[in-house]
């Protein structure tokens, strides 16, 4: 598993996607790449409304796109962060191909293929990935599994306690 995640609040969404622009705007993604991205979701039922769902690559623990890659350039730190080493693609789209969340990207101007790496240099310094830094809503929070499960865990009980009939 990552040691990293990005949790995004929907609830508070309003999908201004300044996350998506300030990424591409720092990796320079070609035409058509996007490393984050935020989809529009109707909902008919109960009643008609807009919701927005943040998603970019998972970082997964055994991650396709680096078996599929035949020069190594998909590389997993130790961290569980999956970048891309630009000098050793090909662009051979190995790894566009075995991503079923479509997360490698292809960039037309260099020839090679790009992907979310949590900003990882902005990591290595101590700070957070620009997407969460740029959330206009602060709808985006970067934490680790643990620490992601137990905000959860603590904000379900307080809307719980908030939510509960007085029993008298």
Known sequence: MSKYIVMHNSADCIGC?????QCRS???GGPGAFFCRVLSVEQTEPKPALGFVY???FHCENPWCVKACPTGAMRR???GIVYVETSACVGCKACI???PWAAPQWNAQTGKVDKCDLCRDRIDQGLKPACVTTCAMSCLQFSTPDAASQEKR???AEQMQRNRPVVR
């Open 26 to 28: 720092l990796h320079n």
């Open 154 to 156: 603590q904000e379900f």
């Open 55 to 57: 998603t970019s690559c």
């Open 97 to 99: 191909t075995a991503c």
């Open 17 to 21: 996607k300044a996350c998506e622009v």
């Open 77 to 79: 730190r130790d961290d």
